[in-house]
């Protein structure tokens, strides 16, 4: 059974700095696509970043602030957030699937139960 758990989640002020994590159990890590979505309140949830073994991809809303990044040895990816805005306030989820990366959450078969990030103004 493959589980996907986030940590780094919390409250921080506009401008500073988060890093969320992923630990992801199974094998074959390095095969597969990892991504980061969010979800705000009342709102659907939305790609942000993912990686695979061509490169990383990012959504135009953080492009420049956000990073990905992967460690297959321990089975975890990161999302480095930077420069921090109040509308980038939601649940982060994890979530995984084999093959190229896609940006629609309906082709990722596996996510992580998500980690809260609040930015206050």
């Known amino acids: 059974q493959v589980q996907l758990v986030e940590s780094g989640g919390g409250l921080v002020q506009a401008g500073g700095s988060l890093r969320l994590a992923c630990a992801a159990s199974?094998?074959?890590?390095?095969?597969?696509?990892m991504a980061w979505f969010r979800q705000a309140p009342g709102k659907e949830r939305e790609f942000v970043a993912a990686?695979?073994?061509?490169?990383?991809y990012y959504a135009d809303s953080v492009k420049g602030r956000f990073t990905i990044s992967r460690d297959n040895v321990k089975n975890t990816v990161y999302l480095q957030m930077n420069s921090l805005k109040p509308e980038d306030t939601a649940v982060y989820y994890c979530?995984?699937?084999?093959?190229?990366?896609?940006?629609?959450?309906?082709?990722?078969?596996?996510w992580g139960q998500g980690t809260q990030v609040t930015v206050s103004s």
């Open positions: 979530a995984r699937r084999f093959g190229d990366v896609i940006t629609t959450q309906y082709d990722y078969p596996y």
């Open positions: 199974g094998r074959a890590f390095s095969s597969y696509a």
């Open positions: 990686i695979n073994w061509r490169g990383a």
